[in-house]
């Protein structure tokens, strides 16, 4: 039996995040193969437990969230509202005692709401009821005519977005391949109107697909469709068809470090208005999991650091992982995957005096502060974890080595997470428990394969938590 002169490190540097699928011998050192719940651009090279969630917000909020957006006015002050849609019909908004207050009641029930913010005004279109906009005044009420929006004229679409000055809608039932275009800001009114200056324009009709998402970036507005992205410039007489790739759900379209994301069964995808690139491929095995029956739901935001890409439930390697998102780091370009204690159906940023938060609208209609430094667990609900390295031959497939004796856990405040140990694709053994900040611990029994793989599972703590590694003091070729 020759021992290995040095002490063998696992989970020494974890800075490329979860990495998969990949031969173990050309995964990246720096890398894992399975985890849920950590970060791994806190510090960078370990694994630190993600934040928790914490309500925004009390009062009667039930059943299932079906539109967030926060209305931003000209002077950034007091008519700023957070609006969360419930899914009896009514629209609320947070007021200044941080009580979800009724704002706009009797739209139909169970459709998505989405909203749009232009010439002080906030609107809400949901494919159905006419458009209504609201300038965020307690006292004021939301207009169905007239205004600076012209709303009893606006088309009722389920998409909207402003671009160079106009209105463009879309969505609307019988015309899904149409872009309803406003005309500028009159220049005697400053409002815009929807029956002078106004334009139509068909993207690709009859193509097999029809417009499900819209987003602007560098200038230009892209127009999704399930198998297809289009620019429109306002210039040319056609939006242009840059690529076979479409987008799934208009709540994927999110803006942030010079980049708009979106995402379909592929993925996710990346675009500053040019040829978009998939940035999931490292968390294939969990993308290809993701149910279609989400595709259409999936909701992304961003922190200014992150996105975050709420995707549902994940069964992945027979185990269902619940309300799961998967965070991409802008500076490190490496993947989390989360599972939260409930899903997020859309997520926002807001702006709360002079902190920006990341908010996300539940299944059930609460509303959550999404990674808050300060919170440990999901709203009451303790952070499970898992963390799994790649197979592990320590220079030789060929030779079979055996691990025992001692060795030790490093972290920052570590619960009592159970080190685990797998040799040769076999049953998980228990070998120790990493706790506190440096733990030593002698291995129960020896473990021998050709190839070994570790885990780490547990619950966090109520502390800010790392797990920073796991030394073996014996490591032998036998």
């Excluded at 009797?106 to 989405?114: F, P, S």
């Excluded at 012209?150 to 463009?168: C, E, S």
Aim: hydrophobic share 35%; net charge negative.
């Amino acid at each position: 039996m020759a021992k290995m002169d040095a002490p063998q490190l696992v989970f020494g540097d974890m800075s490329k995040g979860i990495f998969a699928p990949v031969s173990s011998r050309l995964a990246p050192p720096s890398s894992v193969s399975h985890a849920v719940n950590f970060a791994f651009d806190e510090v960078i090279g370990e694994a630190s437990v993600r934040k928790g969630t914490l309500a925004v917000g009390t009062g009667a909020l039930s059943g299932a969230a079906y539109g967030l957006f926060q209305f931003i006015d000209s002077d950034g002050g007091p008519n700023s509202r957070l609006l969360l849609t419930g899914d009896n019909g009514t629209t609320f908004y947070l007021n200044g005692s941080d009580v979800w207050t009724a704002a706009l009641t009797g739209d139909t029930v169970g459709l998505k709401t989405r909203f749009f913010t232009f010439l002080d005004r906030v609107a809400r279109l949901n494919g159905t009821d006419a458009p209504k906009a609201w300038d965020g005044a307690v006292a004021g009420v939301w207009e169905a005519s007239g205004g600076p929006l012209d709303v009893g004229n606006m088309p009722r679409g389920k998409y909207a977005i402003v671009f160079k000055d106009t209105v463009i809608v879309a969505g609307v039932s019988g015309y899904p391949d149409t872009l309803y275009i406003s005309s500028i800001p009159s220049s005697s009114t400053g409002f815009i109107s929807w029956t002078s200056g106004n334009r139509e324009i068909t993207v690709n009709p009859d193509d097999g697909g029809n417009i499900t998402a819209l987003g602007k970036i560098g200038g230009v507005c892209l127009v999704f469709k399930d198998d297809g992205m289009f620019r429109w410039t306002n210039s040319s007489t056609d939006p242009d068809k840059i690529i076979d790739v479409g987008c799934s759900s208009q709540e994927s379209v999110c803006n942030g470090g010079n980049y708009l994301t979106f995402w379909n069964k592929q993925g996710a995808w990346v675009t500053r208005g040019e040829y978009p690139v998939n940035i999931s491929d490292p968390i294939r095995p969990w993308v290809e999991a993701v149910s279609s029956a989400n595709l259409s739901s999936v909701a992304t935001g961003t922190d200014g650091r992150h996105f975050y890409f709420s995707v549902g439930d994940v069964t992945k390697d027979g185990v269902t992982y619940s309300n799961v998102v998967f965070r991409w780091s802008l500076a490190t370009t490496e993947w989390s995957v989360y599972s939260y204690a409930k899903r997020f159906t859309f997520l926002t940023a807001y702006k709360d005096g002079t902190e920006v938060k990341l908010v996300g609208a539940t299944s059930d209609a609460a509303c959550q502060q999404v990674e808050l430094a300060t919170a440990h667990d999901d709203d009451g609900t303790p952070i499970s974890i898992e963390l799994e390295s790649h197979d592990l031959d320590f220079g030789s497939r060929a030779f079979k080595k055996e691990v025992s004796g001692e060795a030790y856990a490093y972290g920052i405040n570590l619960p009592g997470f159970t080190v685990q140990c797998r040799a040769d694709d076999k049953e998980w053994k228990a070998i120790g428990e990493a706790k506190g900040g440096l733990t030593e611990f002698k291995l129960r029994e020896a473990v021998r394969g050709n190839k070994l793989r570790f885990r780490v599972t547990g619950t966090a703590p109520s502390a800010d938590c790392r797990f920073s590694g796991v030394e073996l003091k014996n490591v032998s070729i036998i």
